[in-house]
């Protein structure tokens, strides 16, 4: 993959059309049309339509990782025992990325397309270790599950909200979820 102005472009417009239409019935003629290049071109800039995919998610992906990453070992500069300071730092990374989340929301078979379910999977495992400890009760685990499913849900479907009245809203639910 090249990271170019064009390259940004092209995920722009993938993005969009994705959204319009879904994974699977968006074409790369369509979005190169939609760009103003030729296939050929889309394809010197992404050599498959998995890489142009798994370019859009790549970014929420490194983030999180690299977030989960940072809280476990020590290295996050916030309170790792602040459940709303974590969910909160969690909230940030999701609300950047909130257009992949709708997308996943419109069709969560991609998730599984880019093997990337698994991945998924293992940061609602990770999140209710930081939260609940090593050894989690099935409450405590479904608490989990509802709050940080349902913090990436509000930041896909409530565009209409400012950021900074979204993530109060969304913390103050999450917590009160987590009990």
């Known amino acids: 993959m090249r990271t170019t102005e064009t390259a940004d472009r092209i995920r722009a ?3 969009e059309l994705i959204a319009e ?3 699977a019935q968006a074409s790369l003629r369509e ?14 800039h992404f050599g498959s339509r998995e890489e142009l995919v798994r370019s859009l998610f790549q970014p929420l992906v490194d983030e999180v990782s690299a ?3 940072d809280i476990e070992s020590g290295s996050w500069p916030g309170d790792t025992t602040d459940r709303r300071a974590v969910l909160g730092a969690y909230f940030d990374v999701t609300y950047r990325h ?3 989340t709708k997308l996943v929301m419109q069709d969560p078979s991609v998730l599984a397309d880019l093997n990337l379910a698994a991945e998924v999977t293992d940061w609602g495992r990770r999140l209710t270790t930081l939260l609940f400890g090593p050894a989690p009760t099935l409450a405590q685990r479904t608490r989990a599950i509802v709050a940080v499913g349902g913090l990436s849900d509000c930041t896909a ?3 209409d ?3 900074p009245d979204l993530k109060t809203a969304v913390l103050d639910a999450v917590c009160a979820t987590l009990g």
Do not use: C, F, Q, W
């Open 157 to 159: 479907m409530l565009t």
């Open 67 to 69: 977030l989960l990453d």
């Open 13 to 15: 417009v993938a993005i």
């Open 98 to 100: 909130r257009n992949i």
């Open 21 to 23: 239409k879904g994974v």
């Open 161 to 163: 909200v400012p950021e």
């Open 31 to 44: 979005i190169a049309e939609r760009v103003g290049i030729s296939k050929p071109a889309l394809y010197y």
